[in-house]
């Protein structure tokens, strides 16, 4: 069974730039979760998506937003694109309990 | 501001000790408790998850929750050098937040051979 995947694994951007990032969940799993990844801040919840409705949203600014696509499939978007946005963009996903996630190997965003 | 709390270490041990790994957290009406793996360079990997007071074990793992405490353990027996990674505890955020993570920052465990 395929695990959950990322793309694009790496990418580098300049300040005001905005990035997309896409998230594959493992197939059957419904709800998909992102999470940034920074040695500063550690593990911090981003939003959730289950069945393309955001169930919940982390206390990132508006210019982190995300969606999810009737095939389970997720994108992120960060928009105006800040240094402090440098970080390990983890998305993961959920088949029943809420917590036992699956975590793809992170999309690393360099912003310069 | 919901917390969890975890010493980061690191937290040395000779290979085939007992690692006792703690984490506290602050919301009272967290139901739902997990442990994490992240090596190096790799994304966290689920090793236990835990939702009622007491002991659970699974295989050379046991997690122990004592929610009146708010505090949450994960013991590893008879460590081995592969056992070396960052343990993450996780804690669901409230009862109407069930699909929300609050991770602490992780303890670095280093089982020595």
């Known amino acids: 069974k395929a695990g959950v995947t990322q793309t694009p694994r790496y990418l580098i951007k300049t300040r005001g730039q905005q990035v997309t990032l896409s998230c594959s969940p493992i197939?059957?799993?419904?709800?998909v979760s992102w999470y940034q990844q920074t040695p500063g801040q550690g593990l911090q919840f981003l939003f959730e998506?289950?069945?393309?409705?955001?169930?919940n949203k982390g206390n990132f600014p508006g210019r982190f937003s995300g969606r999810q696509f009737s095939n389970s499939r997720s994108e992120m978007n960060v928009s105006t694109l800040e240094l402090g946005d440098s970080a390990l963009y983890l998305c993961?996903?959920?088949?029943?309990?809420?917590?036992?996630?699956?975590f793809g190997e992170g999309s690393r965003l360099t912003v310069l | 501001q919901k917390e969890v709390e975890q010493n980061s270490g690191p937290l040395s041990v000779p290979e085939g000790a007992i690692a006792s790994l703690n984490c506290t957290y602050s919301d009272r009406v967290s139901q739902s408790f997990f442990w994490y793996r992240q090596y190096s360079g790799k994304s966290p990997e689920l090793i236990m998850s835990?939702?009622?007071?007491g002991d659970k074990e699974d295989g050379r793992f046991t997690a122990q929750l004592n929610k009146a405490s708010q505090y949450v353990s994960l013991l590893i027996r008879d460590s081995q050098p592969s056992d070396s990674a960052t343990y993450l505890c996780a804690v669901n955020e409230g009862l109407d937040s069930s699909y929300k993570l609050i991770f602490g920052s992780g303890t670095r465990l280093l089982v020595r051979p």
């Open positions: 835990i939702y009622s007071n």
């Open positions: 197939s059957g799993h419904r709800s």
């Open positions: 993961a996903s959920s088949y029943r309990e809420a917590g036992e996630l699956f």
């Open positions: 998506y289950f069945s393309e409705t955001q169930r």
